[in-house]
């Protein structure tokens, strides 16, 4: 059975910094694309982060790239991400999932490439 964990979620000042993180079960992790992805209060959901556990090929959204570090322990099965200088706007719950690899390029997994997902951790931004 596939499992996704997101952690380490909670309630941070504007400015302040979380390391969320996800371990992972079920599937030949170092085979997959694991991404990060969040939906707002009111808002769709977004790809924030994904990352290829094959060839390390990684993407970050355009929204947070300059404040977020997405990484892979192929080791323990856990990816993480940094996200630092939190807004206001980052409030929302994160979730990860993971994607068969069918695209050459972690963008697209995304966009719209995952298979399984996991519950979310939240983030609240106070500002």
């Known amino acids: 059975e596939v499992q996704l964990q997101a952690s380490g979620g909670g309630l941070v000042p504007t400015g302040g910094s979380l390391r969320l993180a996800c371990a992972a079960s079920?599937?030949?992790?170092?085979?997959?694309?694991i991404g990060w992805f969040r939906q707002a209060p009111g808002k769709g959901r977004e790809g924030v982060s994904c990352i290829s556990n094959r060839d390390d090929n990684t993407y970050y959204s355009e929204s947070m790239k300059d404040r977020i570090t997405m990484t892979s322990d192929n080791a323990r099965n856990m990816v993480y991400l940094q996200i630092n200088n939190l807004k206001p706007e980052d409030t929302a719950v994160y979730y990860c999932?993971?994607?068969?690899?069918?695209?050459?390029?972690?963008?697209?997994?995304?966009?719209?490439?995952?298979?399984?997902w996991g519950k979310g951790t939240l983030v609240t931004v106070s500002s």
């Open positions: 999932a993971a994607g068969v690899p069918y695209f050459s390029s972690s963008y697209y997994h995304c966009v719209d490439g995952m298979d399984h």
């Open positions: 079920g599937f030949a992790f170092d085979k997959y694309v």
